[in-house]
């Protein structure tokens, strides 16, 4: 009953999402207020009808309807009931449907707000979200359904939204197979939402975009009223990977964060672009500059959107060629080309008035070294976008199927990731408009000295390794330069306000949220370059099966194993693994460790937990890999050292306070006149000069 | 003049990035192949970095925990898609063709741990080389299940 009712309320709203995109068409053709009024309630109604079908897959979920071939996928009878719930984005059925709900939260917000003065906007934002969410609902509703039931027709069970015959009875299995053990893990349940919150959110900018484009309404509007929403849209993307790399961390065992894999580098693309295009839109606001290259830059952001959405769910990604054994495939491709041609079709026709208000001067101008951060951005995307797609081109070419793994991603991505720390050091102290090597110089030579300092010490003590002496001569630049950044603008507002230091500091970043919040979220990026050096080319491995009282040495640590238990959690649904080891560090006893494994029967499937310890300097990282079952003498190990990657943490948590605070809302920036701003900054600028 | 110093600068990271692209390609290209290619290239495919998919065959897999080397043999499975697709999809393949005793096999050489995905009718993707002996020395070793909609029809076996 939920699920017949549950289809019907999906299909309705489908075809209120199509009433609603086709009515803001002809309203805007023939200036039909009323017309276009209608469509933007009909954009309202799609977000409490997607929730009604949402809860009943939920209630379906919760209780068990393992007649619902979803439900039978992703729950099991085992499975308590939040994880139940967090099933729903488990498969690829139902996390189009979540991926829809969002999109219907998101449009409905927005076509909620003021729109007294960007009205010509309204009908053609509510266009472009209606064409995604209908791509979306039909999807759902014609392709992925997460309604389909089990029918036993003839003998035989098949899966259907209906009977598929009049005889059939709906077949109820005792059991589902239950979620993937490896998605059970509280990073796995948030971080699908939080990368799908950022894909999602970015459909609102692009939806903007296309509606200045249209309209041809050219100026700077578009991204003043998007600029938050993007800001909130990296956010989530930005958080969405690093819960990824967390989640790969603790559960996947294999020591790392992220493996260059495909689907990866699928939500990694979006992220380059969406990053490119936060900084040049602060061009295009301040010096009215780069204005067709901020629509490519949303244009390409929403079509990596739509693709990425597709290659993380659509299961087995061994290669670029799994893609197409998925049946809706080719429509996700056909959706991305028709709106890559319509988008870029539309820009060809505004570009002339798109034309920049401003001439780029000097090449050590903020707006120059804001571009060439774009351009290394964009480089790191032709990087990953080759590396996803050589094995076709070389099939093409040479007949010859030839992959290229993570070490070409690193070699290639090195240099330019390199290149965006040197510029995160120096473009924060360069002019709008004009600098030179000289001014430039003048406000870097103290970071630079300290820096150099740095890295002498470092080379002394730590590491002689030039990959090494060079990415952290770079972080400290950052680092310095940023930091000195704070103090001359809270000393320069001291001085003029006569405040003390700390209130100084408050206010000025309170008034300059945008920027500050900037340079602390440069000051994370640095902080996470340290732990990804850390453990890119510092970590130590050793292995080996130790028997009670044994132990391994590595990197000063000992660790001694003590013993092990195995034990069934029937209710659960799963048997446990564990080993008691102690940890040493030269000498000095440091605690107990406990890396288990896993094994759950409904999937038959291993989760290799490890036990870890967490400093700044490293991380002690051990897996129990295997063990003899008769004695539960022998216990093998894998034991990583993991240098400094806990900075890679504390810099994410430092990064999402960075991005709050800048996002934070204040009073109404959009509504300031464009230049006066950038007079204020000057001033500002040069009085902390 | 001035707008020629941007050009130059952007051809410059331009070409700076089409060397890096080629170069690393070039490091570290890996050459995607079945058994069955493999066996056909002989000798040529020793000491090359090759990426090799196929069938696990449960019955195979020995593993010695004490230096951690994992052993396990593959059968051939198709690389082309249509071929899968046609057979009724990747986990009928891979049933296929683990229980087809003449499929061409490799012996695969891994050491590390044993990871949690590898069982019967798994697809391995194995990066490594081939040695003289004709022995695959895997140096990473990827593993996919596949669960696919079709197979999600429940045993009916199970109806009570």
């Known amino acids: 009953m939920f699920a017949e ?31 276009v009024e209608s469509a933007r309630r009909a954009q309202l109604l799609t977000f409490p009808l997607i929730t009604i079908s949402a809860l009943a897959l939920i209630y379906l979920l919760v209780n068990n309807h393992f007649e619902v071939a979803f439900v039978y996928e992703v729950t099991s009878r085992s499975m308590p009931t939040y994880l139940k719930v967090t099933a729903w984005w488990g498969g690829q ?56 039931r089990f029918w036993l027709s003839n003998g035989n069970v098949v899966p259907g939204m209906f009977p598929p015959s009049a005889a059939a009875t709906i077949f109820t299995p005792q059991d589902g197979q239950g979620l993937n053990p490896l998605l059970r893990h509280p990073g796995m349940i948030i971080h699908p939402p939080m990368l799908y919150l950022g894909f999602v959110s970015y459909v609102i900018p692009y939806a903007f975009a296309m509606a200045a484009l249209i309209t041809g309404r050219t100026d700077d509007r578009w991204t003043r009223i998007t600029r938050r929403w993007s800001l909130w849209a990296w956010l989530f993307l930005s958080f ?8 790969a961390y603790d559960v996947l065992g294999w020591g790392g964060y992220w493996g260059w894999d495909p689907v990866e580098i699928a939500a990694f693309m979006p992220w380059l672009t969406g990053t490119a295009f936060l900084h040049s839109v602060m061009i295009q606001e301040k010096r009215g500059m780069l204005k067709h290259w901020n629509m490519i830059l949303i244009i390409l952001t929403y079509a990596l959107v739509i693709f990425g959405t597709f290659l993380t769910r659509s299961g087995v990604l061994s290669s670029v060629h799994a893609f197409a054994n998925s ?9 991305v080309s028709l709106s890559l041609i319509a988008s870029v079709a539309l820009l060809i026709k505004r570009w002339p008035e798109l034309r920049s208000e401003t001439e780029m001067k000097s090449m050590l101008s903020r707006e120059a070294l804001f571009l060439l951060n774009n351009l290394l951005f964009m480089s790191i995307l032709v990087v990953c976008f080759w590396g996803v797609i050589f094995p076709l081109i070389s099939e093409l070419f040479t007949g010859q199927k030839v992959t290229v793994g993570p070490p070409f991603y690193e070699r290639a991505t090195g240099p330019l990731f390199a290149g965006l720390l040197f510029l995160m050091a120096i473009a924060p102290l360069s002019a709008w408009g004009h600098s030179t090597v000289k001014t430039l110089g003048r406000a870097l030579w103290k ?34 330069a940023t930091l000195h950044e704070f103090w001359r603008g809270a000393r320069a507002r001291q001085k003029a306000q006569g405040e003390n230091f700390f209130s100084a500091l408050a206010n000025l970043m309170g008034r300059n949220r945008r920027r500050y919040g900037g340079y602390i979220i440069h000051i994370s990026m640095a902080l996470m370059a340290i732990g990804i050096l850390g453990i890119e080319i510092f970590q130590k491995e050793t292995q080996g099966t130790l028997s009670s009282g044994e132990e391994l040495n590595i990197a000063g640590y000992t660790v001694q194993y003590r013993e092990l238990a195995s034990w069934d ?33 409904d999937s038959q499937q291993n989760m290799t937990i490890p036990g870890q310890r967490s400093t700044f300097k490293d991380d002690l990282y051990i897996l129990l890999v295997d063990w003899q079952p008769v004695s539960t003498i022998g216990a093998t190990f894998k034991i990583y050292v993991n240098p400094l990657v806990n900075w890679l943490w504390i810099g994410s948590i430092l990064f999402l306070f960075g991005v709050i605070f800048a996002a934070w809302p204040e009073n109404d920036p959009a509504d300031e006149p464009a230049r006066r701003k950038v007079t204020r900054d000057n001033r500002q600028a040069s009085a902390a000069d | 003049m001035k707008f020629n110093k941007f050009i130059l600068g952007g051809m410059l990271i331009l070409a700076a990035v089409i060397y890096l692209i080629a170069s690393s390609t070039q490091a570290s290209a890996e050459y995607f192949m ?117 197979e999600a029809v429940p045993e009916q076996a199970s109806e009570n």
Request: proline content about 3%.
């Open chain 2, 34 to 150: 079945t058994v069955d290619e493999l066996k056909e290239d002989g000798a040529n495919a020793y000491g090359k970095s090759l990426r090799l998919s196929g069938a696990v065959i449960g019955n195979t897999i020995q593993y010695d925990p004490q230096t951690l080397t994992l052993t396990f043999e593959i059968a051939h499975v198709t690389g082309d898609n249509k071929e899968i697709e046609a057979m009724g999809g990747l986990a009928e393949a891979l049933y296929q063709a683990v229980n087809d005793p003449s499929r061409q096999r490799v012996t695969i050489v891994y050491v590390g741990p044993k990871p949690d995905l590898l069982r019967n009718e798994a697809q391995a993707i194995v990066t490594g080389k081939l040695d003289e002996n004709g022995v695959f020395q895997a140096e990473e070793l990827l593993l996919k299940c596949p669960t696919r909609y079709e």
């Open chain 1, 240 to 247: 969405g990977l690093v819960l990824g790399g967390r989640w």
């Open chain 1, 569 to 601: 959690d029937r209710g659960a649904g799963v048997n446990y693994t564990r080993a008691i080891v102690d940890v040493y560090e030269n000498g000095i006893y440091l605690g107990q460790l406990t890396p288990r494994i896993d094994y759950y029967f």
């Open chain 1, 5 to 35: 009712f549950g289809y019907g309320v999906l299909l309705v709203s489908f075809i209120v999402t199509v009433y609603s995109g086709i009515a803001a068409v002809y309203g805007a053709m023939n200036k039909s207020a009323s017309l």
């Open chain 1, 327 to 335: 049946p809706i495939g080719p429509f996700f491709m056909g959706f």
């Open chain 1, 447 to 480: 970071s630079f000295a300290a820096a150099s300092i740095v890295t002498v010490v470092l080379i002394a003590t730590y590491t002689q390794n030039v990959y090494a002496v060079i990415g952290f001569f770079l972080i400290a630049l950052v680092l310095f």
């Open chain 1, 93 to 148: 059925a139902g996390s189009l449907v979540f991926w829809s709900w969002l999109l219907a939260v998101f449009t409905s917000a927005v076509t909620l707000r003021k729109w007294d003065r960007d009205i010509e906007f309204l009908p053609w934002v509510i266009v472009v979200s209606s064409i995604t969410l209908a791509f979306f609902l039909g999807m759902v509703v014609f392709y992925e359904n997460p309604f389909t």
